[in-house]
Each structure stands twice: as structure tokens, then as C-alpha cells.
């Protein structure tokens, strides 16, 4: 013990000055340490700044979707124009095109602009109309078909303004870039300012956009995601109906009765390729098998649904595996014990202990096929405007339609700025479906999880 | 009969098969369930089976034969010119089949009688005009030849669906027959019952080869279409895209060397960005960061890769590309004129860094945690410092399985498609030029096979030549990859 307390002799002290000194290598060695953890603190924050980026441009740039400028204007519906022989009938009405009813648009607007007491040079109706979405004629004469007895009294019709006004109601058109627009003059936007004091021009919740079809490249303030989010829809159906079967049996197969032999390594190397081929490969695979072979309708949300489900299955099987492997092996063990077959122990213990796990990893497989562009655009799924609503059960199966990705790629493309903002607002529907079905899978989780 | 028909009448003889032979069996069994071999719905089950399954594997193997067996006959009868050639062969066919369908439309629409649809003639009806009163649109006026394969074709078919509903009857009767008479109260019923339900399960197992081999099939044979009507040395080793659009013409340029160019360039500035970042964040979330940080950080990290490509393709488009147009482009920041549109390789490969970011973290962070705590105890008993720790000792341990992680993120990064379609541009360049624009194999997948039902132009088919490269190079880095993180693995274990 004394040894301790003796001072050294002998071998010099290799270190001179006090130990709460750092030495230079000490330093350079703290400093180095603390460079390393900053690089680290670096890149988790680029890659946070990032997703707040991508969050941010998404948020700022879709919500003006979800909001639509309308007019407001008081049409009179002028019985020799619509209705020459005076007899109303209704197949007369009807001989009536759109054209016909944009003279009383016109004389409506005229009367409008003269009641705010707005002064301008624009003094034709027909100059006017420019403010007005092409489909304003086209909704009022639906509304005079479906109600003929209107004919002759003077209506309130609540229309759509030009992609133009909505954009400069929602800052993203101003006078200067209108001079060198030929659809809008930067006098229209004084009669715009004008009637917006008036209360004719208002900017309201967009309802349209989240249920209405595609419209035509000229005419953005129509177009809507509701069909496509119908198509995607339909497509689910399918992926849910094929995938969750068949994943479930063949995981099943794999992790509890399958024989360690050629085959079955056979099959878990082409599930683990498979999850790892690039999508497009399936569209490939979509559009040789199931149109150039089996002939099925192009475009139609079922071949759709069948390449997504090639897809997901490995995903669905990989998920299922590990929640069939987490069953703890007494389960098995106690039904067998109690004389249970082997496939009883599975369909009646196993499987629905593993069920939760299941379904969370199916929703999750889902997911990432609802947001799964690339191998639509090879079966033809986007070539297509999504128009028309799918009559029945079997048209939405069966007919061309798009989807919500397809759909937003198919706006993206488009010329015209205001489908940009379309294509942004389509991205916060998709994200809001993703989320939910993602929060559904991790609420599965919390709330039937069990630790063995 | 129409095939839902068939489904239905044997869905409806299994269902009132599984009650009867359920009933004989505990009537042979005089009520007492004790006295049966296994539980009464396994005999209910073995009849249900009996009468469903042969039954529809028969269905399904009829529906994708009959189609081919009706084209081959029918093709047979097609002028012997227009058989020589594929590309006229299929279109021919495809009218004959058009007009097929087109008349028994009209048939089940009640535009013609099913007798005026077999005897009507090209000469006195106008066929194109009656068809596109149903909806089935014709490329052209419909000649006596076409219309009398036609008519060739949709009797076959009516033969082969005739004989298709009284094959499959019958069989499902007799099997379920065959099943009703074996049931008793001694009938082993239980092994037969799941001697069936395990080879469903072998089938839904086997989906998995079945879709390998849909994919390598349908990449061959339409590969070797294409190599029948373009060089494959041209393909393979000519520095020009350059299609041309018109759809035949034969002055099509297809050189695939700018293509892998374009993305082995852009899936490298995609690894530049993604590699550092996912590596740091990994190892910051694995080793320093504090409980409460790495729970929050690592979700959201991982939002990421949950967000849909189309998401990061627009982002890409809309917000990257502009962004990089203020700095590099002209009147820009910079002041240089190096970006000259806002779609470049840069703005693609920057986007598909952030993509795979949080997929090189989750899987390095896996490897990091897998190297063993007695190789980190050691390095701090000597004295290291935390960093010089996983520098010296942690990282080169974790080297292998990182380098899969990369090559798996590269492989992912090689088959992405909407970021590149949408980001990096349409022009086909051999360039060293990040902020020009570039192509990629999976874009021109993309531009040359959408909309498009007929493949019988070498402009159509290059696709498939060009999915099953990508198939090749992807399949190939996977394989590499999960075989070096096994190894790796297996070396801890």
C-alpha cells in the first residue's frame, strides 16, 4: 500500500503541466470529436430542412386549389331565345346549343358591369365573356333542361370565372403578365376589382375539385380529381381483393409448412427479387400480359389493380411472414398438444393472433400502391382525361379511367399554370389518403399489438 | 353460356353440396357426431371442393387457351402474304377480332338479330357504319375477307364456349358425385380437405415464381422481335437516340449508350447527395443522438420514403428546377448562364437524393447497430474518442454491409422513374454537363411505350429491350448486394 503514496522515481513523468489542461492533441482530438458529432447534427438537419421544404412547397402551392373564384350574375332568360316555338318543349329546348345562350351571358355581364358603375373600354358583351369559364354557357343551359318552367324569369346563376381571374384573385396573375396573355386583357381586371367590391365575384371553398371529372387542357377551372380518386378507388379494390388472399396463403405456405428444399428457396428468391424490381418493370410485365396477351380492356382500372397487386405481394408477403414468425411457437405447440391438426393449429390459433400485424402490413402495401405512377402510365391510365363518371360497379372496373397519381402527372404536363396549382392541390388529397391509411396501420398496431 | 354463368351454376352446386354431404355424413353417422371420422363441415368442405375446384382450374385453363387456339386456327385462314409478317399478321387479326366483337355488340345491343349478324354481307350492309352506332369504332371500311374470318371467329368461339360450358358441368357433377358417394362415417375426410388447402397454398406461393416469369417472358419475347427488326449492335454500342415519330419509318436512331449515359450519371449525383447524408444521420441517430431527438428525428426521416414518387417528380418540376434556374440559370444569382431550362440531370439527381436519403440511413443504421459492443468497448478501453471509435473501428467493421446498403440504394435509384421523367429532361446527351439536360433508360421506357396497343415498330419494341437491361443491371446489384450484407451478417453471428 505504501507503494501508492510513494512519489515516483525513476521513469520521468511523461506529462508535464496540470491534467485540467488540455495538451494540443487533446484539443485537436475534442475539437475533432466535436466536428464529427456537428457533421451528424448536419445531416440530420438537411435532411429535415428538406422535408419541411417538401412539405412547405407542397402545402403553399396546393391549397389555392381547394379554393375557386365564381361570379355571381343575374341572367334573363329571354323565351324567343330559348325557346322559339314557345311551346316548351323540352327536345326544342334542347336544339339549343351553348351558343345560344352566350348572347344573354353577354347582356347579363354588360348589365352587371353598369350596375357596379364600373367604367372601362371593354364595352362589348362578348369582350366581357372573356371573365368567364367557357363552361359558364353549358352549366346554365343544363340547369334550363333540367328546369324548362324557368324559361322567361330572370335567374341567379353562381358560374365560374376564367382560369385567368381565379389566378389574379389568388395573386398568381398580374397586369403585367396579362399583356402578353391574348385570353385576358389587364382592363378586365379593373372590371374584375370593381365587381369584387360588389360581392358579384367571390373566392369560396372548391368542392368541385375534390368530386368533379378532368376537363379539357383549355379550361382549368373545371377540372376536378373526383373521378380519378373513383379510378384509384376501384383499382384498391382489386389490389386489396388478390393481394391479401393470396400474400396471406402464400406466407403461410412459406413459414409453416413449406420443406427446406430447391423449391421453396426457388420461391423466396424470387419474392426477394421481386420486391426489389424496379416498378416499371411491372408496368412492362401489365402491359404484355394482361393487354398484348389476355386482351383486356387498355386504360381499365382492373389490369390496373392486377399490376399493382404483382407488385405488393412481396411487400404483403414479407410483412406477413414476420407477424406469423412473432407468434410465439407454444401456440402452435398447445394446439397440437390438445390434438389439433397441423392446419387447424394455423387457421384456428396462429392466423388470428397474427392478424393484426397482417392487416397493418397489407394497409401499408396499399399505400405505397395508391401512390404508384410509373407502371399506370405504361397500361395506358393517364392518356386519357378522366371525364366521365364510371356508370356502375362493373364501368369503373372495366372502363378507361385515370388515377389520382396518373392524374396529377397527366396535370403536371399541362401547359397552363393554373394546373400546376391542380396538379399540387391533387398531391394534398393523395397525401391526406396515404396519411390515413397510414395512421389506420399504426393505430392497428398500438392498439392489437401484443408482446409475447 | 357465358362464363359467369358457369361460375355461378358451380359456386351454387358447391355451396348445396356442402349441406348435403354434410347431412349424409351424420346421417350415416345416425346423428352422433362422435361416431364420424372428422368434424361434419370437413365432409361438407370435401364435396364443396370436389364440385368447385377441378371444375374452375378447368374454367381458368380454358379462358387463356380458347383465345389462342380461335387466333392460331383463324390466323391460318389469313392470305399467306399477311401471315409472313408479324407486325401485319397481329394487325389483321386485331381487325378480325374488332369486327367480332363489334357484331355480337350489335347483337347483344339489338341492332341486328343473332341470324342477320351471321348472314350479313360487306357488300349490302355498311358494317363500319352499323358497328359505330354500337360504339365499336373501325379503323377502315370492312372488306368481304375480314368479315368472313370474322365470322369464322365468332363461330369458333361460339363452338368453344358451347363446348367450354358442357365440359365444365359435367365435371363439376361428376366430381362432386364421385365425393358425395365416398361420404360416410369412416371417410378419412380431413386429410383430403387439407391436402387441398395446402396446394392452394402452394399456388399462391407459386404466384411469385409465375410473376418472374411473366416478367422474363414478356421482356424476351419482345426483345427478340425487336432484335429481329433493329441491330443489336446498333442498339447496344451507337451514341444516338434519336426516334423518329412517324411510327414506321426506319430511319430511326436507337442507340442505347446515352440512355445508361444519362442514368448511371444522374443516379450518381443522386448517391452523392444521398450517401453522406443518410450515412451521417444514421450514425448521429445511432450513437449521439438523445432518446427524445432520435424518436422524433427518425420518423420523420423516414416520411420520406413514404412519400409517393409522383410527389418528389413535381417538386422536381415545379419548385427544384426554378430554384436552380435563380442560381445557375441566366439573369441568376451566380451570374453564370450555366443551367439553360429548369429540367437538367442535376435537378433530378438532387431530387432522388432526398428520396433515398432516409433508405441509405434505415439500412446503415441496422448495420451500424449489428456490429457488436465488445468492438466499441474495446476502442473506448484503449482510449479512443467516440468518433475516432466508429471511424477506426466501427465503420471499417460495418464496410461490407454498407457498401450493400449504397449499391442496394443505387439499384433503387437506377429503376426510378417519375422523378426522372418529370425533372431531368427529354433530350438524349452524352455529357459531362450536370446542368444540361439528360435522359434515362426508365424515361424512355416510359415516352416510347405510352398509349400504345400495338407493338410492331421497332420504336415501340426498344422498350423491351431497354426493360430488360434495366431489369438485368437492377436484378444484378440486388443480387450483389443482399449477398454481401448476408455475408456480412453471418460474419457477427
Redesign the interface.
Known sequence: MTDLTNAPTGAAPRRFGSLLEESPRTKR??A??K???I??????G???I??A??LF??VR?GIPAFTQTYMTVQVELLAEKLDKNGNRDIDDIKKVSTFGYNPLIDTALEKAVAQAGIETEITRGKDLRDMLSSGAAAQIRDVVIANPELIGSVQDFTVLTSSRVDGYMKGRVDRESLARDPNLSPAHLDIVDGLVANGAIDRVFNLAFITGADASESRPEQAGMGVAILGSFFMMLVVLVLSL???V??S???EE??PQNAFTD??EV?????A??????????G???F?????LP?SAPIVGGLTLT?MT??TI?ISTRASLKSVPPSIRDAALGVGA???QSVFHHVLPLAMPGILTGTIIGL?QA?????PL??I?M??YIATNYPEGVASGFLDPNSAM?AQ??EW?KRADPAY?ER??GG?II??VF?LTM?LIAILLRRRFERRW | MPATWILLIVLALSAVGYVMARNKALQSAGGNRRALHSLPSYYGGNAAMAAAAPALFILMGWM?LQ?IAIDTFVSSNLPAEIRAVPGERSLAMADV?RIADGLDAAVSQGALTMDQSRIIESTETDVRALLGTVGVALGSEVDAATLALAQTYRAATDTGNMWRAVVILLVAFLSFAVAYRMTNKDFRA?PFV?RA??L??????????L??I??VF??I??TVDFFSRYHAADFFFSTTWEPSFSGRGGDSQLGFLPLIWGTLFISCIALIVAV??????A???S???SNPVRSI?KP??E??A??????????A???VGPLLMDVFGRDGVLGVTWMSGGTAAITAGLVMG?ML??FV?SLSDDIINAVPQALRDGSFGLGA????T??QVVLPAALPGIVGAIL?AA?RA?????IV??GAGAAAALSMNPFEAMTTV?AK??SQ???D?E?NSPETLV??AL?IT??VI??GL??IA?WIVRRYREQYE
Not at chain 1, 424470387?270 to 421481386?274: E, G, K, P, R, V
Not at chain 2, 474518442?385 to 475516432?388: A, I, L
Open positions: 482530438r475534442n475533432a470529436e466536428r464529427f458529432r457533421y451528424g447534427m448536419c445531416a440530420v438537411v435532411g429535415l428538406f422535408l421544404a417538401l412547397a407542397i402551392n388472399p393470396i400474400g396463403a402464400a403461410i405456405y412459406l409448412f413449406a426457388f420461391i424470387n419474392i426477394s427479387n421481386l426489389a424490381v424496379p416498378s416499371i418493370v411491372f408496368g412492362i410485365l402491359l404484355a400480359v393487354i398484348q396477351f389476355a386482351h387498355q404483382l405481394l412481396p408477403v391438426s397441423k392446419m399505400a395508391l401512390g404508384e405512377t410509373a402510365l405504361l395506358g393517364v392518356g397519381p396529377i402527372f403536371a400546376y396538379a399540387w398531391i393523395l397525401l396515404l397510414n | 387463356i383465345p377480332r380431413r387439407e388447402i395446402l392452394l397454398l402452394i399456388a399462391a406461393a407459386s404466384v411469385a415464381i410473376t418472374t411473366g416478367i414478356s421482356l419475347f419482345n453522406p447524408l443518410g450515412l451521417f444521420s450514425i448521429y441517430l450513437e449521439y443522438a428525428a420523420l426521416l416520411v420520406l413514404g412519400i409517393p414518387t409522383i410527389v418528389y417528380g413535381l417538386f418540376l415545379l419548385t432526398i436519403i432516409p440511413s474518442t467516440k468518433s475516432e466508429l471511424r442496394l439499384s437506377i429503376g426510378e422513374t417519375m421523367v418529370m426508365t421506357i416510359v411505350l405510352t398509349g396497343g407493338f422498350a423491351f426493360g434495366l431489369f437492377t436484378l440486388n443480387v443482399l
